[in-house]
């Protein structure tokens, strides 16, 4: 059925298109000899159809158009991505047959939660996906419609323990509220949800106050006028949130920046050659205009400064490590 | 737009030579997937998913709905045919299917599946047609103390499951209970008896579950009598389901339908809850109760409706409010995203070509279904005529790589079996499997639930009391426990429990 | 007497259940915390292997279908079968791994006729690669000799 109805689809798809995708010239010269002889698989931790996987799947589509190779997404799912992570550190063959797309939070399973069974060593990061900026967002119903971020915080640190926020427990999610209630003396009641999405549900349903998501998980809601993104943890205002703050506008600081960044990893010893072309395969993908359309379409924004990285690797080392002391610093782990 | 002009609108959308193609495919990989066991829709969904891409929207969701609608019509097959479920939602079917199977009445109990499947599937889509966004606000209602209050009134109906010693019902219980906690604690990350092993940590996966406890324990049990040619139903007593079994079906279909529809609805609900809960509901009203388990075919067509409604209960959060309540239709979800849609509460009225689209496709879906599966029902019989030990070995390769499609990991293959030598010499001690199996499904959201409403509550248990739903929920299964165990204590008066 | 081990047996998961949540908390400022569940579950475990070890005969099996010394042989030798195939999967591929196992299974477990056993098993072997590799489009584990 499969063959069918790929083969159906692909003539479907070839006749809208009107031509066969030309590959890159540029990318074919760099291809190692007999390399790849099967499909290449992307690596994906968390469960089909969410964010990532799609990301994923869209950056898949393309890569093989530029690049000629078959390229097959796979998904590991479990213990929210600890389950991937660990096989990408540990079983996956470095042979470039594998390649894990990953988000930032994996830095934190390898520095809180891994030592001793592998660490961030284990895997070497070929390229830069895109990013998406944690918002924060309130309903437009219940008593704290209409309110800003600031107000807010200073409801949280007058009643402490009585604003319920909506979090996703050890991940950025508290990260980001920890560093608020540091800076203003709030104290919010955390609610616990698996991902972002649960918990604007539970905004929408009058079950928290405010939640915290990436634009591609509100965006309906925010259409519909059920809720309104009130501050951006990112460095610079967000082009498809041009009028909502940034949290370190509000505050005059340079420390609210928590964003998923995703990116690509291949296991540590793949060959540098092969290693070479994977990541020139996802690099002539990202020069699609196509692409970044649809990336820009699922909520998420190229960051400049790991998208013109000329040594990415070494970028995301030092974001890497960034995380890591601010862990030290917050004292989840002893340096 | 009201809905007989969108469903106009859909069907005129849903008839191109591709919108239909892509449904039909649909549906015969679902059936197919269905019938597998182990493989279940999830997987089909994923492996298929690349396809859609290159789909138009109605074509693409069509066949992904269809696929979903599918499993649960041939689930049921192979739980009637070999005792095997083909999928998590079919177990309860195998109850009275099989033994309906053994009495060479499959054909009877295959076409009564098929039919309330497609009974159950069409009547739900007529709620979705003309109240999804009635219905989109009770899903929304539900929050944590609703989710935890909906999940006791499923325990409690585990209760009615046990059949026999309540102690070994009771520690199975406890026991599906544990299993489904194993794993990372998502409230804070912790890993709970994951013994060290990474594998672990994303739990226990259900399909092993299944297919071990219920189909490899079965193929042993099967072995142990195998008799040179022996076939699994000596006399095939008629194919088709009699007036009788029409009369006793009926209305099963229609509580089943009614009871799926509203907990495919719900978050935490599902075509696995739904039947279960369709099973214990049948036997609690049935007249002469001991006749579930024996060949009634009202244990099969209350739980096959169940399950085919709640895919389209399923669907109204997913459209109306963009909200995936299972790991289905959070991959239809990724399917609309990648089509450029992005479901919720604008979803009908800026797309009402699609949404009424893919409405018309679910309803076109169900007749392909049908027409489907009813001329199959004559072959799979026939398979009932094959010598087991043909047919074993395919059985067995069927379960191995049904549960290897899961997570493509060989560590599910050892739980297959693990889980299928416990079920061996558990079914030799006379313990039923059943309350285990609805204790692991319902186990994670309850104790999420009741988490979340504990941080919550500014006064901790009484956040029940302050919400009425739940209220209602939780003082109802109160009630049903306490009929449990005075029922049950009335039954045996010697005072064994 | 199986089933008093097997109850004691209960008692004793019971039991180390209850211990093992204990050091992961019972409960925590908002109520439940990770160990709460599982303690209660290792109480209802114990309490119910304690009833089924003292109720004794009332709830026993009275007399367990074990199976008698070929349907045992033939029971062994499917576990062992399932076993072989779990174990030599990662390292053979699906294909081999699986006609081996199927046809040492029909062989021994099922006494078959050597043709008749052959032909079950290419057929039972491809037709599930043909389903899941092929229809499915599952990427089924390879052998070293790539397929």
């Known amino acids: ?335 | ?497 | 007497m199986f089933e008093r081990i097997l109850n004691v047996l209960w008692c004793l998961l019971g039991l180390a259940t209850m211990v093992n949540s204990w050091s992961l908390g019972l409960t925590g400022s908002f109520g439940p915390e990770s160990g709460f569940f599982p303690f209660i579950c290792g109480a209802l475990i114990t309490v119910c292997g304690l009833g089924l070890l003292f109720k004794g005969s009332k709830e026993a099996v009275l007399k367990p279908d074990w199976p008698r010394a070929a349907a045992l042989g033939r029971i062994l030798g499917v576990v062992a079968g399932l076993i072989a195939m779990a174990a030599t999967l990662p390292y053979l591929g699906f294909a081999v791994a699986s006609a081996l196992t199927t046809f040492v299974l029909l062989q021994t477990v099922e006494r078959s006729r050597l043709v008749e056993s052959l032909i079950i098993t290419v057929v039972s072997v491809a037709v599930v690669m043909l389903v899941f590799g092929r229809l499915l489009g599952m990427n089924l584990p390879r052998g070293p000799w790539g397929w």
């Open chain 2, 1 to 497: 737009m009201d809905a007989i002009n969108g469903l106009m609108m859909g069907f005129s959308v849903l008839f191109t030579a591709e919108n239909l193609y892509f449904c039909l495919l649909g549906s015969i990989v679902g059936t197919l997937v269905g019938v597998l066991p182990g493989i279940g829709p999830l997987a089909a969904l994923a492996l298929l998913l690349p396809v859609t891409f290159q789909l138009s929207a109605v074509a693409g969701l069509g066949m992904l709905a269809a696929i979903f609608y599918g499993a649960m019509y041939g689930g049921s097959t192979t739980s009637i045919l070999v005792n095997i479920p083909g999928e998590a939602a079919s177990v309860v079917t195998a109850l009275d299917g099989h033994a309906m199977a053994k009495q060479g009445r499959a054909g009877a109990a295959l076409g009564m599946a098929a039919i309330s499947s497609f009974v159950a599937g069409t009547l739900s889509l007529v709620a979705l047609t003309f109240f999804s966004p009635l219905l989109a606000s009770v899903a929304l209602k539900f929050g944590p103390p609703e989710n935890f209050a909906l999940m006791v009134l499923g325990l409690v109906c585990t209760l009615y499951m046990i059949g026999g010693s309540t102690l070994k019902g009771v520690l199975m219980i406890a026991l599906g209970f544990l299993a489904a906690i194993v794993g990372m604690d998502i409230v804070n990350g912790q890993d709970r008896f994951t013994l060290g092993t990474v594998n672990l940590s994303a739990g226990i996966e259900i399909l092993s579950v299944v297919i071990g406890l219920y189909g490899v324990s079965e193929i042993l049990m099967n072995c142990e009598t195998i008799v040179k040619n022996q076939m699994l139903a000596e006399k095939i007593k008629g194919l088709w389901p009699t007036f009788a079994d029409w009369k006793a079906s009926w209305k099963p279909m229609m509580r089943g339908s009614f009871l799926g529809f509203f907990l495919g609805l719900v978050p935490g609900g599902g075509p696995v809850t739904a039947s279960f809960v369709s099973y214990t509901l049948e036997r609690r009203i049935a007249k002469d109760p001991e006749r579930f388990g024996k060949g009634a075919i009202e244990g099969v067509a209350g739980p096959e409706a169940a399950n085919n409604a709640a895919v389209s209960g399923g669907m109204i959060p997913l459209f109306t409010l963009g909200i995936p309540g299972n790991a289905v239709t959070a991959l239809l979800l990724g399917a609309l995203v990648m089509q450029g849609v992005q479901p919720g509460p604008m979803f009908i009225t800026q797309r009402p070509d699609l949404f009424w689209g893919v409405v018309a496709s679910l309803y076109v879906g169900n007749v392909f279904l049908l027409l489907l599966n009813l001329p199959l029902v004559g072959l799979w019989v026939q398979c009932l005529r094959i010598p087991y030990r043909v047919l074993f070995p395919l059985i067995l390769l069927l379960s191995i790589v049904g549960t290897y499609s899961a997570n493509k990991n060989i560590f599910d293959l050892w739980v297959m079996i693990g889980f299928g030598i416990v079920g061996y010499v558990l079914r030799k001690l006379q313990y039923e499997f059943s309350p285990f199996l609805i204790a692991f499904v319902l186990a994670p959201m309850l104790e999420q639930s009741l988490r979340q409403s504990m941080v919550m509550s500014p006064d901790g248990l009484m956040i029940f009391a302050h919400r009425p739903i739940a209220a209602v929920l939780i003082v109802g299964s109160l009630i049903l426990a306490a009929l449990v165990f005075l029922k049950r204590k009335s039954k045996q008066p010697h005072g064994d429990l």
């Open chain 1, 1 to 335: 059925m499969k063959t069918i109805s790929t083969v159906l689809a692909g003539l479907l798809a070839a006749l809208s298109f009107g031509a066969f995708a030309q590959t890159d010239p540029a990318l074919a010269k760099l291809k190692p000899k007999g390399f790849p002889d099967q499909p290449i698989e992307y690596t994906v931790v968390y469960p089909a159809g969410g964010g990532m996987d799609l990301t994923a799947r869209i950056l898949a589509k393309f890569v093989e158009k530029a690049s000629g190779d078959k390229v097959l997404v796979n998904n590991r799912a479990g213990g929210a991505g600890m389950v991937g992570h660990s096989y990408l550190a540990t079983q996956a063959k470095p042979d470039g047959y594998t390649v894990g797309i990953l988000a930032s939070n994996f830095w934190g399973d390898a520095i809180l939660r891994a030592p001793g069974k592998w660490s961030l060593a284990d895997v070497e990061s070929i390229a830069y996906i895109n990013s998406d900026a944690l918002a924060w967002v309130a309903g437009t119903e219940g008593p704290f419609k209409g309110k800003t971020a600031k107000e807010i915080l200073q409801a949280a640190k007058d009643k402490p323990g009585t604003v319920r926020a909506a979090v996703v427990p050890g991940s950025m999610w508290e990260y980001l509220l920890d560093q608020l209630e540091a800076q203003t003396g709030a104290k919010f009641l955390r609610v616990p949800f698996q991902g972002g999405k649960p918990g604007i549900v539970a905004l929408i349903g009058g079950n928290v106050d405010v939640a915290q998501g990436f634009y591609g998980e509100f965006e309906s809601y925010l259409q519909a006028k059920q809720l309104v993104p009130i501050a951006v943890a990112s460095a610079e205002r967000v082009f498809n949130m041009k009028d909502v703050p940034t949290f370190n506008e509000i505050f005059g600081t340079k420390q609210f920046v928590w964003n998923i960044m995703r990116f690509a990893v291949v296991p540590k010893g793949t060959p540098a050659d092969r290693k070479a072309y994977l990541s020139a395969m996802i690099q002539t993908a990202l020069q699609n205009p196509e692409m970044m359309a649809e990336f820009r379409r699922l909520g998420a924004y190229s960051d400049a400064s790991f998208a013109k990285s000329t040594n990415i690797a070494a970028d995301i080392q030092a974001a890497a490590m960034k995380e890591r002391d601010f862990y030290i610093q917050t004292g989840r782990l002893k340096p």
